[in-house]
């Protein structure tokens, strides 16, 4: 290929901002590997090339120079020529025929459609704007005003020591979970927690019972370390398996979450919490209680919600997981695991292995947060705020979609399901509600299997009280044409 169709690009407007010389040094590059510049193709000398391009030969010799570290190119007497490369041939970059660059279980995780954008009824986000952040920008500059080489470089194993004393205490004063400081292990987000359990606590091939519908990230990490699921049905007291699964499906983890089960709202009895901790010990397995959504009760405002599994049997085959992602801001992504104490200097040894840690200076400035109160004074700001929120879009779905479409959840979190008849597929109404600016997830897509359930959930964590008449007037109206069009977005 001529050389100046490789470098036609050179001063392309949307490149503006590089400088010529990394602009001439990318694209003579990116022609070498995708074979327009063969093997041993000579290249202008650098006065001639940074005349032609009207630049400064010091550039052209810059780009030269790297391409020549690199390998990219040969110097000899004769000039600058391209290198006998492999991977210059046309095409050789692009996967064989029937070749798969991900694998099977990569290939297997099921789509997880979300709107990155905090939109109105997108679920799983808190209001954002109600956050102390002049308090948590003080702390963080404190806690910054302190640092030294070690906080610069991966934290501790398990996490700050500070940390780990506070959230052992948050969560015995708020949940009644039993542990010390030495249980508590502080990861980089619950996802990261879910993935050490399915990576420690079970084998390639092991069995996984996940609740159906289920929280999609939590599936996709089993598939992903190679689990087999197992979907149990969950029913208005949370997950619900026939006796006869222990025997024909025996799992080695049980993954829930008991405190408002993920998606449908619903809490796990106390009868099952103690079937269920009687069959993991019975079996050899492992629970892993997700308490992702547990700090706002709204059915008994002011009352302790159900105490956490884990405190039931503190040396039962518990790991308790949970985030602060609904009291702080998704982004912090630092999430806590508790374990037994007699299965923490194992597990603690696996995390010390698999992953390293990090944010050592917005750790120190959570643990004073929480000592000092103020995540306390947050929640129960926000508890009042939150509960407005909820009455008000029950009481406008109730009035725009009637008896018809039940309303399900509620008793905590930030979220409520909406039932929809067959005629409004619920994945045709979300399409259609994102081109409104309103970002529902349809109640389809928490299934595995056959699926039971259509409709929305309704976020309302960061959607203003004032707003959300208009907004579910809105979701209606698309409802409305969904079912007109005969279950299509029109």
Request: aromatic letters at 6%; hydrophobic letters at 45%; one cysteine or more.
């Amino acid at each position: 290929m001529p050389l100046s169709l490789v470098l036609s690009a050179l001063d392309d407007p949307a490149a503006t901002s590089e400088a010529r010389q990394l602009r001439l040094y990318r694209l003579l590059k990116a022609a070498i590997l995708d074979g327009r510049l063969a093997s041993a193709t000579r290249l202008p000398g650098s006065r001639q090339l940074a005349a032609d391009l009207h630049m400064a030969r010091n550039c052209v010799l810059f780009a030269y120079q790297l391409l020549l570290a690199e390998g990219f190119v040969e110097a000899d007497r004769g000039g600058t020529r391209v290198a006998a490369l492999p991977l210059a041939a046309a095409g050789a970059l692009h996967p064989p025929a029937g070749a798969h660059m991900l694998s099977r279980r990569a290939r297997q995780l099921p789509d997880i459609k979300r709107s990155e954008a905090l939109l109105p009824f997108a679920p799983g986000a808190p209001d954002l704007n109600a956050f102390p952040w002049a308090v948590w920008a003080r702390l963080l500059h404190q806690a910054w005003a302190e640092v030294t080489a070690r906080q610069l470089a991966y934290a501790e194993p398990g996490g700050e020591p500070e940390l780990r004393r506070a959230v052992a205490a948050f969560l015995s004063a708020r949940r009644g979970v039993a542990c010390t400081p030495e249980q508590v292990f502080i990861v980089a987000g619950g996802q990261v927690a879910l993935d050490a359990c399915a990576r420690l606590l079970a084998d390639s091939g092991d069995t996984v019972w996940l609740e159906n519908p289920c929280y999609p990230g939590a599936r996709n990490v089993m598939l992903a370390a190679g689990l087999m699921p197992v979907a149990v049905a969950v029913d208005q007291d949370g997950m619900a398996p026939a006796p006869a699964l222990w025997q024909s499906a025996p799992p080695r983890l049980v993954y829930v979450t008991p405190s408002h089960q993920y998606p449908l709202g619903s809490v796990l009895s106390l009868e099952r919490r103690l079937a269920l901790l009687a069959g993991v010990e019975a079996s050899g397995g492992w629970l892993i209680e997700d308490d992702y959504d547990s700090d706002f009760n709204h059915a008994q405002p002011g009352a302790r919600p159900l105490p956490a599994i884990q405190g039931l049997r503190p040396e039962a085959p518990v790991v308790y997981v949970g985030t602060f992602s609904k009291l702080l801001y998704p982004g912090l992504r630092i999430a806590y695991m508790v374990v037994p104490r007699w299965a923490a200097a194992g597990l603690g040894e696996g995390i010390r292995k698999l992953y390293r840690g990090g944010q050592a200076v917005e750790q120190r400035a959570l643990a004073r947060l929480l000592e000092s109160g103020q995540l306390t004074r947050h929640l129960r700001r926000m508890a009042p705020v939150y509960r407005e929120r909820q009455a008000v879009l029950r009481a406008a779905l109730h009035a725009r979609f009637g008896e018809a479409c039940p309303i399900l959840g509620g008793q905590a979190g930030l979220h409520l399901v909406l039932g929809l008849p067959s005629s409004v597929p619920d994945a045709a109404l979300a399409e259609g509600a994102l081109e409104q600016g309103i970002a529902p997830r349809p109640l389809s897509a928490y299934y595995t299997g056959t699926v039971p359930g259509n409709g929305l959930v309704l976020g309302y964590g960061l959607t203003v009280a004032a707003h959300i008449p208009e907004l579910v007037t809105r979701l209606a109206g698309v409802a409305e044409r969904v079912r007109n069009a005969g279950g299509v977005p029109s």
